[in-house]
């Protein structure tokens, strides 16, 4: 299935894998590349030779494009946007800031660069600064949120540039990645359906308590704070929005939430630790391999959209 984002960036399929962070590491960055998509390291806050590390390994395992998701209020944004560039790196996302004081060395080095935006206005003014591509992510996704759905944000974006969209934010399945691309997207990222792969190194209570999630299972957290962010109901989320109600100040909060993705991913521990993951995990039933996942994927959008085409 050829979109202009799978001609962009050397990819068979039109699947992007979301940089989650400490999720989305080379293991599973390769296998999404392996199996035709494109598959990306999450940077997060780590060290740029960490992210050094992991580049150079998921080479080891794949010869397909991949790419580097990096967090831009990281302290070591600097130092990894130098690292990638390096590296070879075929393509970087952005979030949590504005990348374009990085942008000139980035695209010397040959890299496409798609921040994610979460409005017209940012998705605008990255078309201007020379991004290849825009991810429009709503608010159904797992994480940091903003507060427009996929379903309304995608085509304002996509009638707001003329650069190519990539939907995201509650798609976990043929019928989503469809719907995305009658909304005038190109292609779509997922991160929630990807946790739930054989190749996703996470603790295995993560992956268990998305896979038996129900549809009113996520929480969001921080809205008092500015920083929203969306997860499994647990008892972390619990007594944050109790004290948030209560107003407590925001160092209170932080408090219970700092290195709480760690503890889920890492450690396991699916009580005090915050569980990130988007509205969609309802639908995520079965742990598959992420080829298995793609070509799944595939089949479902290709006759979903035939069906469309043969309508009467």
Known sequence: MKTEVTKLLGIEYPIIQGGMAWVAEHHLAAAVSEAGGLGLIGASAAPSEWVREQIRAAKELTDKPFGVNIMLMSPYA???????????????TTGAGNPEKYMEMWKNAGIRVIPVVASVALAKRMERAGADAVVAEGCESGGHIGETTTMALVPQVVDAVQIPVIAAGGIADGRGIAAAFMLGAKAVQMGTRFVATKEAVVHE????????????????????????????RNDMTRHYLELEQQGAPFEELEKLTLGGLRRAVVDGDVKTGSVMSGQIAGL?????????????????????????????
Request: net charge negative; with cysteine; glycine share 6%.
């Open 284 to 312: 995520v039933k079965e742990e598959m391999t992420c080829k298995e996942v793609i070509t799944n994927l595939m089949n479902q959008t290709e006759n979903l959209l035939k069906g469309a085409l043969d309508y009467e």
């Open 78 to 92: 600097d130092d990894v946007a130098k690292v990638v560039a390096e590296e070879g790196v075929k393509v970087v």
């Open 205 to 232: 209570n993560y992956k268990h308590m998305i896979l038996k999630a129900k549809d009113i299972d996520t929480r969001v957290t921080g809205r008092s704070t500015g920083h929203p962010v969306r997860a499994l």
